[in-house]
């Protein structure tokens, strides 16, 4: 088949990027012509791929969102394609991937945590919102698709919810992951490595947060909920990933734990970052499904995630994963949290992280995939 696959940009960082990159090599693998259009990639791309550049307008993020979806539109009328795969959100689809979710829903969760007035109307005046919104709308109404890929069963019900998507048209296929790169072997090749770059000692116990967006997925209930146990047992918060920093810096100086918070910054070779960590949290607002989680997972990290998260779909509660009821409840998270200074039990988590890991290979998503192709085409 001819493949057309849409992302603003290709790389391997980065969790909706990484899965695009992901299924772009395994089509290519698999013998199909992959193009790819985005307004930029990674020059260490395979050379297979066929890259098509979408020029966007500079300024604020609506602009690039809006004029991303105008052009790539017609860039793709001028070529036939059996397959047009689109991961963001425009015009011009067969088949739309629901991988940063339902926007009316993470706009509804945002509000509900912003108590200030003045905050919320300009959350909801907020252009890049309001553009996110009219081309999400677009997108699910009648006839602009063939078959949505939801990345989770609430994802899909969401869907529905909002947009009154039938059912049958919606397919959940959960993301994979690479399980050699993600592996817990890799503890002996970077767990001291990472520590000692970052100053944390093996009697030190490491939690993981990964993650760029820290309002929505959580770290300031992870901050609240690390000042509830700084008596309790030496630890750090390693935070992997982009953001402003300076409120939660402030945050973790007033509740007495700055020291024990380390932004680490982006970084691309998330696996050694997984290996030299004793366990990982997300208490995430909203997530679709977090790539980061079966990440963790497949490195035989211990998780604790929100069930806000799609990912939480696959964990079983103390046996695969603990689970948050309330990610914004710091109780709980330290809570959960102490349940993992038990190292029998820490030890359990992680062994059934790992067999859990292996039922989600990129493979096995990239012929599910394949499997929503061949419908919408044998349908035209």
């Known amino acids: 088949m001819k493949i057309a696959l849409i992302r603003q940009s290709y790389h391997k960082y980065g969790g909706a990027e990484r899965y695009v990159s992901y299924l772009a090599e395994g089509l290519l693998k698999r013998g199909h012509e992959v193009h790819v259009f985005a307004r930029k990639w990674d020059p260490s791309a395979p050379k297979g791929i066929i890259f098509h550049r979408v020029s966007t307008l500079k300024g604020p993020s609506f602009l690039k969102a809006l004029s991303f979806a105008y052009n790539v539109k017609k860039l793709l009328e001028e070529e036939r394609f059996d397959i047009v795969n689109s991961f963001d959100r425009t015009l011009y689809q067969d088949i739309y991937r629901a991988g940063d979710g339902v926007h009316r829903e993470w706009r509804k969760r945002l509000l509900e945590i912003t108590p200030n007035p003045i905050a919320r109307l300009s959350i909801l005046l907020n252009p890049l919102h309001l553009s996110l919104l009219f081309l999400e709308k677009r997108i699910f109404k009648e006839n602009n698709y063939k078959k949505i890929i939801a990345i989770s069963k609430e994802g899909k019900e969401e869907i529905i919810k909002y947009y009154g998507v039938r059912p049958e048209d919606i397919v959940v296929i959960y993301n994979g992951v690479d399980l050699e790169e993600f592996h817990p072997k890799n503890k002996t090749l970077f767990r001291e490595e990472i520590r000692k770059e970052f100053n944390v000692s093996e009697e030190e116990f490491l939690i993981l947060f990964v993650g760029s967006g820290y309002r929505r997925k959580g770290l300031k209930y992870l901050i609240e909920a690390i000042s509830l146990l700084k008596e309790e047992k030496p630890l750090k918060v390693l935070v992997v990933a982009k953001g402003k920093k300076r409120p939660y810096f402030r945050l973790a100086k007033k509740l007495g734990v700055k020291n ?19 366990f990982f949290v997300l208490p995430t607002i909203y997530e679709p499904f977090g790539n980061v989680c079966l990440e963790t997972l497949a490195s035989g990290l211990p998780i604790i995630v929100s069930k806000a998260s799609g990912a939480a779909e696959i964990i079983t509660e103390g046996e695969s994963g603990l689970l948050l009821e309330n990610p914004q409840n710091p109780s709980e998270i330290a809570q959960k949290t102490r349940l993992t200074f038990d190292d029998r039990f820490r030890d359990k988590l992680a062994k059934n992280a790992r ?16 499997e929503a192709y061949q419908e919408v085409v044998s349908e035209q």
């Open 355 to 370: 067999i859990l890991a292996e039922n989600f290979t990129v493979d096995k998503n990239v012929e599910k995939t394949l």
């Open 260 to 278: 024990r918070i380390i932004f680490a910054g982006e970084r691309k070779d998330l696996r050694k970052f997984y290996v030299a960590s004793d």
